[in-house]
């Protein structure tokens, strides 16, 4: 799927993660509902490292564009070391390592590491890499016409009233952990659900996705998963554009709604 595909469905899969948990009797405090939900916009971007066409890589001028360059040779270098005879032959990383449940679960831990023990410089930091992220992916029309640099005062702004409104009592910075010490220990969650969103919409397409990766499947270690070759469309079809993006719009706003106990 394309970007913005990619971060409506992020946004969408952390509101209904408040809306289950609202259910569940445990409602997560609104600034927790809001931030996550821009993180994982933000973080639905983020397997597209290894691409260097791709939406994350423009968002922060030379640095992404340079981190992708390295993330393609570093995702090339693993497939190669770790494929078996079933796998293709290819010429880059796309669509290999940073499209695995390891690489969702890697960076998702590393962040709440990150988030607990680099204080708020770092919960900042991360706040704002999403924010860009999320602005890039839900506002992508705007944001190609404007400045990279209006849109990182944009996400810095964002990131700076969240971590404020994060860090008075009661408003979510020790959600789902409790313990002292532990506090935004939850921001990687929104991060692994980002990720794995994408590789889910990634599998629907005719290319399909090897989340599974490295549990070998038959003669392949990449295995492109994804549902049967009718059910599948091509990134960017009117298929995604005019059925799914409505869809994941639809699905967020009620559970937005649900979470908040409006509806």
Not at 125 to 151: C, K, N, P, T, Y
Request: hydrophobic share 50%; glycine share 14%.
């Amino acid at each position: 799927m394309m970007g913005p595909a990619h971060s409506l469905s992020g946004a969408a899969a952390w509101l209904g993660v408040g809306a289950a948990t609202a259910a569940a009797g445990h409602p997560m405090p609104w600034p927790v509902l809001l931030a996550g939900a821009l993180i994982c916009a933000g973080a639905a971007l983020a397997p597209d490292l290894d691409h260097k066409s791709a939406t994350i890589s423009r968002a922060f001028g030379p640095v992404s564009r340079g981190l992708c360059e390295v993330i393609d040779k570093l995702s090339y270098a693993v497939y190669k070391a770790t494929r078996k005879q079933g796998d293709p032959r290819r010429s880059g990383g796309h669509r290999t390592l940073t499209h695995t449940w390891i690489w969702a679960v890697l960076v998702g831990a590393g962040t709440s590491v990150l988030a607990v023990t680099g204080g708020r410089w770092a919960v900042l930091g991360i706040l704002f890499v999403h924010v860009v992220l999320a602005v890039e992916g839900l506002l992508w029309r705007a944001a190609r016409v404007s400045s990279d640099v209006l849109v990182w005062l944009l996400g810095a702004t964002g990131a700076w009233l969240l971590a404020d409104v994060l860090h008075a009592p009661g408003n979510g910075s020790d959600w789902l952990f409790t313990d002292p010490g532990l506090e935004y220990a939850w921001l990687g969650l929104p991060i692994v659900l980002g990720a794995l969103v994408h590789d889910i919409g990634d599998a629907l397409t005719v290319s399909g996705c090897p989340i599974l990766w490295p549990i070998p499947i038959g003669r392949k270690r990449w295995y492109p998963v994804g549902p049967p070759q009718f059910m599948r469309f091509r990134a960017g079809s009117w298929v995604e554009l005019k059925v799914l993006m409505p869809v994941f719009m639809l699905l967020g706003g009620a559970g937005g709604l649900t979470a908040l106990g409006l509806i």
